[in-house]
């Protein structure tokens, strides 16, 4: 039997109609991707070729139409105010200044040589590849030169550095620090829409990374200031920055204090941790300090006393870190050129332990403010709370406290204490003991006396110098109070790394020195 080749047969009309199809289909993409390449290759070839920043006359005279345009429509509108036009003449400058950004950010990308940044090795296998960048004024599409080091055997995009972007994100530093300034100051979800409003696209993606890279960096340049005190050359750089030297004596203020802060400490093992009864959240320490001339402090028309320059210092990382970190505040407040030094804060043992440590010849004064609530707490356990015999009661030993008569005081809750059930013995007693450990901090008369012969008009330049002095730690307690705003609402959980960033961002901001992480935010910079 012979077996013979089937015929091959053509194929059914639709199947040639589908494989002509698919063939042409190919070939337009073929030529799509010649198409896109070349013009990749000519948009590449021009931005390569630009030497200057500016609009071409039709640009220009676009833009003007476009002005003239929208204050028309404000003016066929009386019920317009000038919340309008300043809507209008800032949607107008948009896009032109998006072209001057763009080109402008293509001429410096132009003129920076193409070598590595580690080794200044010219990069060779050069090649051009857009990247988008989110900027104040929209997106920016810039073409940048790449290539291969061959001694570190990397590839790098030397513009991207010089025009301070980030590898894999798209914000530019203003959008950069505006991320960061924001996070500090409010919660994500509520800074996405602040942004929007001040005409920023900034995604809760780029909120968060950029705040949080950006408080990293904050991090890294106070690590670097702190250890300026651990070498010579760095106490004479640190002690150069410090203030500007005062032709008359002052006293330096430090107040501390300490808040706490909840964190999450171990995510996505809330379940196992619940489990096994133990809270998923823990709270942690967070110190603070303030640092300042006492002839930097005033008292507004209505007594409200206000510093003009403070220095801040804030950490969650443990009094080890707190220490050193204040040590250079203060030392940058005019440590070095201080005639007196003086710490007030509460009772807390760690303050006064740390004052020992490291400010071991400064005075010290307790919060006058804490003492008497110390004697209001033994006023209410004696009398009832907020009774009229507990206010008569605690009358004369407020008064003895600011006489400097805390002896007396002490002198008069022994006596009481026989008289008492065991239990109010003891908090009777831990009260005594708070006076007794904080007698030589309670000096309160002189301040107090200063103040009245001011009033009086009858103030030696001694007193009227005395009179300034705060008879409480009220400026560290409202700045625990401004961070709190932020760092302590309610639902609100932190990692260490999370808050520690942003403390630290925060306080850069407090303390001036924002542009030291952002230079284009220098004071001024831009009005020359
Ligand atoms: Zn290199």
């Known amino acids: 039997m012979m077996i013979t080749a089937p015929t091959p047969r053509r194929p059914h009309v639709k199947v040639r109609r589908a494989q002509r199809a698919l063939q042409a289909q190919v070939q337009q993409q073929t030529q799509d991707i010649l198409a896109h390449g070349a013009a990749a290759a000519q948009l590449a070839a021009q931005a390569a070729a630009r030497t200057h920043a500016g609009l071409s006359p039709a640009e220009v005279q676009a833009w003007i139409s476009d002005l003239e345009r929208r204050l028309l429509t404000i003016a066929h509108h009386p019920e317009h105010t000038l919340g309008e036009i300043e809507e209008q003449l800032a949607h107008s400058a948009r896009e032109p200044l998006r072209l001057l950004a763009e080109r402008a950010a293509q001429v410096k990308i132009n003129a920076t040589p193409c070598h590595c940044r580690e080794c200044q090795t010219a990069l060779t ?24 080091c061959q001694r570190c055997q990397t590839w790098q995009f030397p513009a991207d550095h010089a025009l301070g972007l980030a590898r894999n994100a798209p914000a530019s530093p203003y959008l950069q620090e505006i991320s960061a300034l924001l996070v500090s100051k409010m919660p994500p979800e509520q800074a996405v829409a602040v942004a929007e409003r001040l005409g920023l696209v900034l995604p809760r993606s780029t909120l968060d990374r950029e705040a949080h890279r950006q408080g990293l960096k904050a991090q890294a340049l106070r690590t670097e200031a702190v250890a300026q005190l651990d070498t010579w050359e760095g106490l004479q750089t640190l002690a150069r920055h410090a203030e500007e030297p005062s032709p008359q004596p002052f006293t330096l203020v430090i107040e501390i204090d300490a808040w706490n802060i909840r964190e999450r400490d171990d995510w996505g093992h809330t379940q196992t941790l619940r489990a096994q ?17 006492l002839d930097h402090r005033a008292q507004t028309a209505g007594h409200r006393a206000v510093i003009t320059q403070r220095g801040y210092v804030a950490t969650r990382l443990g009094l080890e870190a707190l220490v050193p970190q204040l040590h250079h505040e203060a030392i940058r407040r005019g440590l070095g050129q201080a005639q007196r030094v003086l710490v007030i804060a509460d009772g807390a043992v760690w303050i006064w332990n740390l004052v020992q440590d490291r400010f071991p010849t400064a005075a010290q004064q307790l919060d006058l403010y804490h003492a008497d609530e110390h004697l209001w707490a033994v006023a209410h356990e004696l009398h009832g709370r907020d009774t009229p015999e507990a206010r008569a009661w605690v009358a004369p030993l407020l008064q003895q406290i600011r006489r400097d008569q805390t002896p007396d005081v002490i002198a008069t809750l022994a006596e009481l204490k026989p008289r008492l059930l065991q239990a109010q013995q003891e908090k009777l007693q831990t009260q005594i ?4 450990h904080n007698t030589h901090r309670m000096r309160y008369r002189q301040i107090l006396e200063a103040r009245e012969a001011c009033d009086q008009g009858t103030a030696t330049t001694e007193q009227l110098l005395l009179a300034n002095q705060p008879l409480g730690s009220g400026a560290i307690e409202s700045t625990c109070r401004q961070y709190q705003c932020r760092f302590k609402r309610t639902g609100q959980f932190w990692t260490t790394a999370g808050d520690e960033a942003l403390l630290c961002l925060e306080t850069l901001w407090r303390n001036g020195r924002w542009h030291h992480l952002f230079p284009h935010a220098q004071p001024s910079a831009a009005n020359n």
């Open 125 to 148: 296998h050069q090649k051009f590849l857009a990247r988008t960048v989110n900027s104040r004024f929209g997106d920016l599409r810039l073409w940048r030169p790449y290539g291969w």
């Open 433 to 436: 003991e708070y006076f007794q």
């Open 277 to 293: 009864g133990q809270p998923p959240c823990r709270w942690h320490w967070v110190y603070l300090a303030t640092v300042f001339r």
